[in-house]
């Protein structure tokens, strides 16, 4: 069974860009959840999605969204990319909707502001 | 209000000592589940165990285990004999059941097992 993929795996962009990014769930599950992962800010949650519904959102600018498309895959976007957004971005998956279940995670995209 | 603290930075070990990461967590909720994650150099969180609030039993996996207290909010994990393949950050954290799946992290200790 194929795990989480994410992709790209690398990226670079200036300043006042934007940028998406994707994320293929374990097949069969429906919940998708991301994170940012900085060595100041650590792990942080962005949003989840589930069944195409935006569900939780985490304390971030209007600037972060995401969506889901119908085959659970996700993905998330970033516009007028700031420096500070340089940050590992961490795609998980979930079976369910509840929190009975545990996340298994892509291996991320290192996203690189300049 | 949930939070996780790991107040260990950076452990460092020689190979084939036992080590335990401490995790103490904070919620009201009475319905909360914890977990922990390895994640080596390749960036990718890697799932370790998953344990429910109502169950305290402490849990063993080869070289690994974990030591659940509620009376402390304490769930701290030991790896006996360390290798070398256990350097690795890990990660505790915490899932409250009206967050969904939103996980809340702990910052991550880094284990450093030396030969």
């Known amino acids: 069974k194929a795990g989480v993929t994410q992709t790209p795996r690398y990226l670079i962009k200036t300043r006042g860009q934007q940028v998406t990014l994707s994320c293929s769930p374990i097949?069969?599950?429906?919940?998708v959840s991301w994170y940012q992962q900085t060595p100041g800010q650590g792990l942080q949650f962005l949003f989840e999605y589930f069944s195409e519904t935006q569900r939780n959102k985490g304390n971030f600018p209007g600037r972060f969204s995401g969506r889901q498309f119908s085959n659970s895959r996700s993905e998330m976007n970033v516009s007028t990319l700031e420096l500070g957004d340089s940050a590992l971005y961490l795609c998980?998956?979930?079976?369910?909707?509840?929190?009975?279940?545990?996340?298994?995670f892509g291996q991320g995209t290192r996203l690189t502001v300049v | 209000a949930q939070k996780v603290t790991q107040a260990q930075t950076e452990i460092s070990v020689v190979e084939k000592e036992d080590v335990t990461l401490d995790c103490v967590y904070e919620t009201r909720d009475t319905t909360y589940y914890l977990f922990w994650y390895k994640q080596p150099p390749s960036g990718e969180l890697v799932f370790l165990i998953r344990?429910?609030?109502?169950?305290?039993q402490n849990e063993i996996s080869g070289r690994y285990s974990w030591n659940f207290q509620k009376s402390t909010s304490s769930f701290n994990f030991t790896i006996t004999a360390s290798q070398v393949v256990d350097s690795a950050v890990y990660f505790c954290a915490l899932k409250f059941s009206g967050g969904y799946n939103k996980l809340i992290f702990g910052a991550g200790t880094r284990l450093a097992v030396h030969p």
């Open positions: 998980a998956s979930s079976l369910q909707g509840t929190g009975t279940t545990e996340a298994f």
């Open positions: 344990r429910n609030s109502f169950d305290e």
């Open positions: 097949s069969g599950h429906r919940s």
